[in-house]
């Protein structure tokens, strides 16, 4: 089986996270700075097969998009171009950077290492890609 990825897509850096190929775990990838995306998922779908691309779609308490969202449409019609036979799927976002953070408190990361936004992305991909996935069965 091919693997899932989700996707945290941010103005400067983007989270990263991956299926096993049997689809049953997530697992934080990487961050990358989201000029580079494109190129590093080009050689990432390369090597590795990939069936699915989650992505965290923003959105407000009320449900309504937030200012971050028309980024995120436009990275969705950017992937297409790039990748026109891997589906893509939106998934809401709300609070996984809050759950990312508290997730690191409870791993007992010190307090340097949970102002690494770099890691809070990559956790946050993480849960968009676990939050999937329980929807999915």
Known sequence: MARLMAIDYGKKRTGLAVTDPLQLIASGLTTVATHELIPFLKKYFAAEPVETIVIGEPKNLDGNATH??????????????????????????????????????????????????????????????????????
Do not use: H
Request: glycine residues 2%; proline residues 4%; hydrophobic residues 40%.
């Open 68 to 137: 971050a969202t028309p980024l995120v449409i436009e990275c969705i019609r950017i992937l297409k171009k790039n990748f026109p036979d891997i589906p893509i799927v939106k998934v809401d976002e709300r609070f996984t950077s809050k759950m990312a953070f508290q997730t690191m408190i409870d791993s007992g990361l010190k307090k340097k290492d949970r102002q690494n936004k770099a890691l809070v992305d990559e956790i946050s991909a993480t849960i968009i890609l676990q939050e999937y996935l329980r929807n999915k069965i």
